[in-house]
Structures are given as structure tokens and as C-alpha cells.
């Protein structure tokens, strides 16, 4: 008997039934993991490193635009990820497609888009609306350098950073992971090396050049 497993990745528990709803109109025999922020989606993602898609919400709390979809892409190259976002700007549907994403279903569309679009996916087809056009890559050397670096951090320094970009003090990144100081500003060390600034502030910056208000015309 086929089965399929999907990751639903999203913070409103409405949209969550919406997704819901498509995924079992395409696919019989499905099993659903439910998760509504990058640290559960993290932990699924390490636990569920089978699964057939994952529907990834962009604006989800503990992730920063495109930075979970390149982390994720970076952890587990073989999962399929499809970006579901309200974000329907051509501009970040391209970029979404050069970061590793399988395609792209924005939020206003149909249920029955959404199933195409999931039984697309699920087939290994890309999808994404009739009008966006593909012409050329629109992700340029230097944040596709930034997103190499994001994509090699591990997962508790992935945390780290998000941390670090919500401008908490290495005191308080400690007492949110339960870990020493040392052990943060070790991160933080790797952060930086990866990412190949020189600061904190800098690694702020280079990480929040993937958020989707930056990257919109």
C-alpha cells in the first residue's frame, strides 16, 4: 500500500486545516506531521528525514524568511520542500525556486491549486503560478554565499543565530538553550567563521538579507 508523509510547517492553525484538507485530496494513505515553528520543524525534520514533501511557511516564528527553507536544504538535500507563503511578490517565488524549493503555492489560491500543487510534488514535478516567469536566476553571488554559510550551520547554531538576530545577549541565549555562556560564544565563534564576518552585527545583517521584506521590488 503507498504511503506518504507530509510536514505541514505553519503558525496558523487555520491554514494548517486548509493544508490539511489538500494534502489528503492528494495523496490517499497519507500520514501528517503537524509543526508552527522552525525549532519543531528542526526536530521533525531530523525525525521525519523521510518524508515526502514539506510544506514550509516562510514567516513562521524562529525563522527569518528564506533562512529555514536554506537551512533546511542544507540539513536534508534529498527532502523536498514546497513554500507555501502570502508573499506572492514574482520576485521571492524566483528566489524560493534557486534556494532549493520544489515550488511555490501562494496562500490566496484555490483548494483545488493547492492540490495540484501538492500532487505535483509529490510526483517530483515543480509547480508554481501560471504567471510567474523563470527567465534567469535572480539570487546574486553574495547572498548565494550567505546562504552556503546558513546552510552549513548545525542545528543549534541555526538556533543560535536566530537568537542573535532577535537581539538577544549571549546571558540570555544561554538560559533559552540551557548551556553555558562558553558554549554559546562558541557558537557564535562558528557563526561567524561560516558566515565569514567579523561580528555579530555583521551576521545580523548577512542573515537578515535573506528575510522577504529585503528581498521584494
Do not use: C
Not at 515526502?52 to 534529498?78: C, H, N, R, W
Request: cysteine-free; proline content about 4%.
Amino acid at each position: 500500500m503507498a504511503h506518504n508523509k507530509i510536514v505541514i510547517a505553519d503558525d496558523h492553525p487555520l491554514f494548517r486545516t486548509a493544508l490539511k484538507q489538500a494534502v489528503n485530496k492528494a495523496a490517499k494513505h497519507v500520514e501528517i506531521v503537524e509543526v508552527s515553528s522552525m525549532s519543531e520543524l528542526q526536530d521533525a525534520a531530523s525525525e521525519h528525514n523521510d518524508a515526502d514533501l514539506v510544506l514550509l511557511d516562510l514567516t513562521m516564528p524562529g525563522a527569518s524568511g528564506f533562512s529555514s527553507l536554506v537551512y533546511l536544504k542544507g540539513q536534508i538535500p534529498e527532502l523536498p520542500v514546497m513554500v507555501v507563503s502570502g508573499n506572492e511578490d514574482h520576485n521571492v517565488i524566483r528566489r524560493a525556486l534557486d534556494y532549493g524549493a520544489l515550488g511555490f503555492i501562494p496562500k490566496s489560491v484555490s483548494l483545488e491549486l493547492m492540490v495540484d500543487a501538492i500532487t505535483a510534488a509529490l510526483e517530483g514535478e515543480a509547480w508554481i503560478p501560471e504567471d510567474v516567469r523563470l527567465d534567469q536566476p535572480v539570487v546574486d553571488d553574495k547572498e548565494a554565499k550567505i546562504a552556503e554559510g546558513i546552510a552549513s550551520l548545525t542545528p543549534q547554531q541555526f538556533r543560535v543565530l536566530v537568537m542573535l538576530m532577535q537581539g538577544l545577549l549571549n546571558k540570555q541565549i544561554a538560559y533559552e538553550l540551557d548551556v553555558s555562556e562558553a558554549t554559546v560564544k562558541a557558537h557564535v565563534t562558528a557563526i561567524l567563521r561560516k558566515l565569514k564576518v567579523h561580528s555579530r552585527t555583521q551576521a545580523v545583517i548577512a542573515a537578515r538579507s535573506l528575510d522577504l521584506d529585503s528581498l521584494t521590488s
